[in-house]
């Protein structure tokens, strides 16, 4: 079967997250493979389209454009992102008076998804959850993009957007299911740090 991405594209690794494998994918994107769907096929790859609809729906102006090709009847999937210069945000970029702005804004749609939907989703990501004292939130980059006077603005950006929540639960899922339990009480108590 062929895939929907161009194999001869695919070019250095350029990391690992959480979920994903990240390589370069010609000049100016990203493709990225999921961990989660190499165990769960289909459920996995169905749990990837759902949280960007919701992350769509409630962060569209952080969220970085994403494009889910699925194949092998919805069993695989790849996503394809632009690839941007970003670092993750720190602590103390809350200093500055346009990320700090924004951040409140992302605050509050965090806020409201959870009131909405019961949900939370990984703002910290595996850089930010595994650091003992954690002053990075790696699921937040802060990017530089050209202003319209000519200077640079730090814009935050969501790079992915996943719930930290399992619909359902296959038993090879249960060490998923387990991280996803410890991160979410993990995330709560890192974002007090921030809040403040």
Request: charge should be positive; hydrophobic fraction near 35%; glycine fraction near 6%.
């Amino acid at each position: 079967m062929q895939k929907p991405y161009n194999k001869n594209k695919i070019g250095k690794f350029i990391g690992w997250g959480g979920e994903h494998l990240v390589f370069q994918y010609g000049d100016k994107q990203v493709i990225k493979f999921s961990l989660h769907v190499f165990i769960s096929g289909k459920s996995a790859v169905d749990k990837i389209i759902k949280d960007y609809n919701i992350g769509n729906r409630y962060f569209n102006r952080y969220l970085l454009p994403t494009e889910i090709l699925h194949y092998k009847k919805g069993k695989r999937c790849v996503e394809i992102q632009e690839k941007i210069e970003c670092r993750f945000l720190e602590k103390k970029d809350l200093q500055i008076d346009l990320i700090k702005q924004q951040f409140n804004d992302i605050m509050k749609r965090y806020e409201r998804i959870k009131k909405e939907t019961g949900e939370v989703f990984d703002l910290f990501g595996r850089e930010g959850l595994f650091r003992l004292k954690s002053d990075v939130i790696s699921n937040i980059l802060v990017t530089s993009s050209p202003s319209h006077k000519g200077g640079v603005n730090n814009k935050l950006i969501l790079i992915d957007f996943t719930i930290l929540k399992l619909d359902k639960i296959k038993i090879r899922e249960i060490p998923i299911w387990l991280f996803i339990e410890w991160a979410k009480r993990r995330q709560k108590k890192l974002l007090k740090k921030f809040i403040k």
